[in-house]
């Protein structure tokens, strides 16, 4: 009996695109290339608002824009914190498993987020600030700006807390 055919070749490599998809719809791992998810998340298009997040470093004397203290890109590390920390604004959405999550987990998870970025700031830029706010501004799709920074949500130093923002 030979193994090496065409038959078993085929076989193969039905095991090697199939396998790591049943893990992937096992576990509920949405991460590429383990996917079922579509590249984007929702079709973009000339009528679709785009926004851009800026972090700022408050104190006593006034504020910093944090966007050269990220430690990584500014896309890199947005897209971090909405994919891994602050999740989808979306009620359903499948690139998380945070459907039903209620708000203490939610807290812990941007308060963990904060905690090490004070942490990367003060080992790697000697920076401290009394609080961190996120703002929002509207842009077009070649990032210049629509509208102004508007704030979007704060972390206090102190109290080790953060805090959305509403209207």
């Known amino acids: 009996m030979r ?21 992937a719809i096992v576990l509920g791992i949405e991460s590429f290339p383990f996917t079922q998810a579509p590249m984007f998340g929702h079709y973009i298009n000339d009528n679709t608002n785009l926004y851009v997040l800026k972090f700022e470093g408050h104190t006593k004397e006034g504020k910093v824009d944090l966007v050269d203290y990220y430690g990584k890109s500014e896309l890199r590390f947005i897209r971090h914190f909405f994919s891994k920390v602050y999740g989808s604004s979306e009620y359903f959405t ?29 080992e790697e830029h000697q920076l ?19 509208s102004d920074f508007e704030p979007f949500g704060v972390y206090d130093s102190s109290s080790k807390e953060y805090q959305v923002i509403q209207d």
Not at 8 to 19: D, G, T
């Open 3 to 23: 193994i090496f055919t065409r038959k078993n070749y085929i076989a193969l490599i039905c095991v090697i695109f199939l396998i790591p998809n049943l893990f």
């Open 94 to 122: 499948p690139f998380s498993g945070r459907v039903f999550e209620d708000k203490e987990r939610f807290d812990e998870r941007l308060t963990l987020f904060f905690e090490n970025f004070e942490n990367f700031l003060w």
């Open 128 to 146: 401290r600030f009394d609080k961190i706010e996120i703002t929002i501004a509207q842009v077009d799709k070649d990032r210049n700006l629509l």
